[in-house]
């Protein structure tokens, strides 16, 4: 798919398909998250995939609405802050390179035809206890991988004059 209707075409799927995914499309999408930017070549990452047929009640404890769990995978973006890059004036990348990993998966994951939906909103606790994440390893963010059962949604977003700025602030 051609770059800009790609990035047009992506959208937060809320509703899937149980149909399985193809490995071939598995690990192209694994491959894409492989191959994003990090801080120096860092990769401080690690991203588990959980297939949801019988763990639908375990996984709910991350993030409790159904369509959470009718796809048939689940992907946990996890980061590892300290083995990442650290700017000099203290901050982490960490969460900015499992933000662009993720974001690389998602988006290759639009172009098999595959949904998705970032979740944040996740309870932290419950997906360490879940996944068995050990110490030092950090939830990021989660999406369901799958096939959409839904349509999208028009999509709201500021014009790029809000946006942007030139320069200066």
Not at 30 to 53: E, S
Not at 72 to 84: F, H, Q, R, S, T
Not at 104 to 114: F, S, V, W, Y
């Amino acid at each position: 798919m051609e770059f800009t209707t790609l990035v047009e075409t992506r959208h937060s799927v809320r509703s899937y398909k149980t149909d399985p995914i193809e490995k071939k499309k598995l690990q192209k999408v694994l491959q894409a998250m492989r191959l994003a930017p990090t801080a120096t070549n860092r990769q401080a990452f690690q991203f588990i995939v959980v297939h949801t047929k019988g763990r639908e009640e375990e996984l709910k404890r991350i993030y409790r609405s159904d369509w959470f769990t009718q796809a048939p995978l689940v992907i946990c973006a996890c980061g590892i802050p300290a083995e990442n890059w650290v700017r000099m004036d203290g901050k982490n990348y960490n969460d900015v390179d499992v933000a662009i990993a993720m974001d690389h998966l998602i988006l290759a994951a639009t172009n098999e035809g595959l949904g998705t939906c970032w979740i944040g909103a996740l309870d932290a606790q419950a997906a360490k206890e879940v996944l068995g994440l050990p110490q030092g390893v950090e939830p990021i963010a989660f999406t369901p991988l799958g096939y959409p059962a839904d349509e999208p949604k028009p999509k709201k977003r500021k014009e790029l004059s809000e946006l942007v700025r030139y320069e200066r602030w």
